[in-house]
C-alpha cells in the first residue's frame, strides 16, 4: 500500500521522478548503498521521533548520527524513535520503506544539513525494495521541509 501512496505522491507532485525497484532488499542504508550502486552517504535515512506529544521525520544522510543535544535543543523535549508498529500506523511505511513521500498522515518534515553534501541522494520510497533519485534541495521543497542542523558533525 505505502510504495503505491509514494508512486501516487510523485505522479502528482513530480511526475519526472520515478520509483525504483530493486529485487535486493534496502531496509537498512548498507543493504540500500548496495542495492541501488550508491555510497551509503547518498541513502537519505527517514528517522521517525516522537518528541514530547509530536511526531516528526527527520531525513539525514545514510551515514549522519544524530545528535540528541542538537535534536534537544532544536525541537524543546527528549527525542525518542517510534516502535516499529507506531511507525507504520503513523506514516503508512515498513520500517526500512520510511520516507517524507506520501505519508498516512501529514507530519511536519525536516532535513539535516548532512544530506546537502551530496548533489543526488537515494531516500526510501514506502517500502524495502523501493527508492527514489532525488536532489537534497528538490526533496526538501516537495516536502516542505525545513533544513536544520541536527548530526554530530562528521567526524
Known sequence: MSLESVRAFFAENAPDIAVIESPDSSATVAL??????VEPG????????????????????GTARMD?????????????MLGIEEVAD????????VCPFGLKTPLPVYCDVSLQAFDEVVPAAGSTHSAVRIAPMRMAE???AEWIDVCQAPG
Do not use: W
Not at 69 to 79: D, E, I, N, T
Open 32 to 37: 540500500a548503498a548496495e542495492a541501488y550502486g
Open 142 to 144: 516537495l516536502t516542505g
Open 68 to 80: 540528541n543535544r542538537k535534536v534537544k535543543a532544536h525541537f524543546g523535549g527528549k527525542p525518542k
Open 42 to 61: 547518498r541513502i537519505a535515512k527517514t528517522l521517525s521521533l516522537r518528541i514530547g506529544d509530536r511526531v516528526v521525520l527527520i531525513v539525514a544522510a
Open 90 to 97: 503513523i506514516t503508512g511505511h515498513e520500517v526500512g520503506g
